[in-house]
């Protein structure tokens, strides 16, 4: 089946810093990838949908300007956490729909961040 | 807006017994509907989706759900769980063309033995 991947995997940074996830999907291309937060015990979170060659766009409440997502090809999509803080340490995942259809999304395995 | 309710925060069931996971949904039209499993530490994985025709659905893992549209429900069962059934357990619905999906807070199952 489609795979999508995630890197890193897991991730400690210093207060203040900036730290980047990779979301690729590795045999087909997406036009359109989700990223999902998820504080720990409870559920996921939409954050933003990532748009290949545009902007993306941010769920209500979601800082755009802290939480920077650049889908850089059909295949890659980054989300950069900016000046990071001890709050935004989370378990952050996301996922593509394959051939554009919302059956067939498939999920990265997670990365966890921590902040110091 | 569609949202999706799960009434168990957690069951605990034990080693060969049967489960069942409780979802409601919120949505105007006839929703997508999925169960995905997520283990410790781990991303999602697909269980089962629902999108139109039989309302008794099969997914991996010996798991079934039932969608039942005068409900606004997608229950999920198993009628005899493993060990490695502990995990939790995300109803998900999706609807329209944006593909965004809305997840429920979860429930976490416990296999004793």
């Known amino acids: 089946g489609a795979v999508v991947s995630q890197h890193p995997s897991w991730v400690i940074c210093k207060s203040g810093t900036s730290v980047k996830i990779e979301c690729r999907s590795l045999?087909?291309?997406?036009?359109?990838m989700f990223w999902y937060r998820q504080f720990p015990k409870q559920s996921l979170m939409l954050m933003a949908t990532s748009n290949e060659g545009s902007k993306a766009t941010y769920e209500q409440g979601v800082e755009k300007d802290k939480f920077l997502i650049n889908h850089a090809s059909l295949t890659l999509s980054t989300l950069t956490v900016t000046s990071a803080h001890p709050e935004d340490s989370s378990f952050y995942i996301c996922?593509?729909?394959?051939?554009?259809?919302?059956?067939?999304?498939?999920f990265g395995p997670g990365t966890r961040l921590t902040v110091t | 807006a569609q949202s999706v309710t799960q009434p168990d925060i957690h069951i605990t069931v034990s080693e060969g017994a049967s489960l069942e996971l409780r979802c409601n949904y919120s949505?105007?039209?006839?929703?997508?509907l999925f169960w995905y499993v997520q283990s410790p530490g781990q991303g999602l994985q697909l269980l089962l989706k629902y999108f139109s025709g039989d309302t008794l659905v099969q997914g991996i893992k010996g798991f079934e759900a039932e969608f039942k549209r005068s409900q606004s429900s997608f229950n999920l069962r198993k009628p005899s769980v493993h060990w490695s059934d502990a995990a939790e357990y995300f109803c998900?619905?999706?609807?329209?063309?944006?593909?965004?999906?809305?997840f429920g807070a979860g429930t976490t199952v416990t296999v004793r033995a």
């Open positions: 949505y105007g039209a006839t929703p997508y």
């Open positions: 996922s593509a729909p394959h051939s554009g259809r919302i059956s067939e999304q498939y």
């Open positions: 045999d087909f291309q997406a036009t359109t």
């Open positions: 998900a619905v999706g609807a329209g063309d944006d593909y965004k999906l809305s």
